[in-house]
């Protein structure tokens, strides 16, 4: 089965750097888009960033554009958040998610928490 395993998180004062790994199993990794979302208590849960299957194309949110990098290891079947300059507005629960054969799979999430 599908499995999506966050880490990373934690607490960062603002400008700080964290990095989040998801480590996937249970599918092609290789052949399939990898999202990060992000989501804050009564908000609905935001896409932070995609990539594509080979990694030669990723899009950002706005927000974070310029300041995090996503990045994956087909041959470790792992995906990668490098989030620098980090803002008290980032905390939030972070995500990775899949989607296949339409259903949208998710890990348990990493909290990540910016403040001083």
């Known amino acids: 089965q599908v499995q999506l395993v966050e880490s990373g998180g934690g607490l960062v004062q603002p400008g700080g750097s964290l990095r989040l790994s998801c480590a996937a199993s249970?599918?092609?990794?290789?052949?399939?888009?990898m999202k990060w979302y992000r989501q804050t208590p009564g908000k609905e849960r935001e896409l932070v960033a995609s990539?594509?299957?080979?990694?030669?194309?990723?899009n950002y949110a706005d927000s974070i554009k310029g300041r995090f990098t996503i990045s994956r290891d087909n041959a470790k079947n792992t995906l990668s958040l490098q989030m620098n300059s980090l803002k008290p507005e980032d905390t939030a629960v972070y995500y990775c998610?899949?989607?296949?054969?339409?259903?949208?799979?998710w890990g348990q999430g990493t909290q990540v928490t910016v403040s001083s």
């Open positions: 998610n899949v989607v296949r054969r339409n259903i949208y799979y």
């Open positions: 990539i594509t299957s080979t990694g030669d194309s990723t």
């Open positions: 249970g599918f092609a990794f290789s052949m399939y888009t």
